[in-house]
């Protein structure tokens, strides 16, 4: 299963010379199987030069949004595929009461907000609603579950053979909830991220951070930390940057976390900061860290 990261920022773009680095795109990772299907988890701005970087024979593509707030879904527009009339491209994503998933992404890709019109896109596309049970996408099993954070909100579960991938970008767990101490049942994406080999986890704030965004939706890293610690993730990814986090700031973030994730019982090289078109095996993450 190969990675790419195209974006690892969380809430708003973020360019510029403090954060060449890490990287400034919003949330969006592809994922390569072994027969060479297209998984793309989100659609932020990261999507567009994934985009321009499949060649056009890589023309079966399946996306997976876990909510539709914009910084996840704001790269569908720029998305070259998706004006490609040999593109096959499946959007799955969060059902809602209030309107199906095609409509609700027409409300972005439509008047005033765009120039073109879901239903004038020249590729073969179809919307649905991800599945509550387990369904296959060429040789993986995927599993969906809501997880906690403001409006319909998934994590994603991908595995193939022995190795399991879990993306849950945007994430607050701690709700309520003593992470280390408290019922698996009562733990949000617990049973979705349970032994995953590689955990890409929502860590957008300090734990001093924290406090002022109770109720956000998203982690601090103490709580990302003792999630990932209590489901046994084999490695975990640091996700979703805040857009005031610079570079130099995030190294400062990724010392604190290896020191808090060895004070866990875990090893230095099973936790890493996602960092903007690294790519990487995810059965063998650890050896690579």
């Not at 009461?97 to 095609?102: E, G, N, V």
């Not at 890709?109 to 596309?125: D, F």
């Not at 084999?234 to 190294?251: A, I, R, T």
């Amino acid at each position: 299963m190969r990675v790419k990261i195209w974006g690892a920022r969380g809430s708003v773009p973020s360019p510029g010379p403090e954060t060449t680095r890490y990287g400034g795109n919003t949330s969006c990772v592809e994922v390569e199987l072994s027969d060479g299907t297209i998984l793309v988890l989100d659609a932020g701005t990261g999507i567009r030069s994934l985009g321009v970087a499949l060649t056009p024979e890589q023309s079966r593509i399946n996306i997976l949004l876990t909510h539709l707030h914009l910084d996840h879904i704001q790269g569908l527009m720029f998305f070259a595929p998706l004006f490609r009339p040999t593109s096959e491209i499946v959007i799955w994503g969060p059902e809602a009461p209030d309107a199906s998933l095609q409509d609700r992404i027409a409300r972005y890709i439509s008047a005033p907000l765009s120039p073109v019109e879901v239903r004038e896109l020249p590729c073969q596309l179809s919307f649905r609603d991800s599945p509550h049970t387990e369904w296959q996408i060429g040789p993986a099993t995927l599993r969906s579950a809501s997880v906690t954070h403001r409006g319909p909100t998934l994590g994603y579960r991908i595995t193939e053979g022995d190795t399991s991938l879990c993306y849950i970008p945007d994430h607050e767990p701690a709700i309520g909830t003593d992470l280390l101490r408290d019922d698996p049942d009562w733990i949000s994406g617990f049973e979705l991220a349970r032994g995953a080999t590689l955990l890409f986890h929502d860590c957008q704030y300090t734990d001093g951070e924290y406090p002022t965004h109770v109720g956000w939706g998203h982690s601090r890293l103490s709580d990302t930390l003792a999630f990932a610690h209590r489901v046994q993730a084999e490695h975990v990814m640091l996700f979703h940057h805040d857009p005031m986090h610079s570079d130099d700031f995030l190294d400062v973030f990724h010392g604190a976390a290896i020191e808090r994730w060895v004070e866990l019982g875990g090893h230095p090289a099973e936790v890493s900061l996602a960092t903007e078109r690294r790519e990487l095996d995810a059965a063998a993450v650890n050896r690579a860290a």
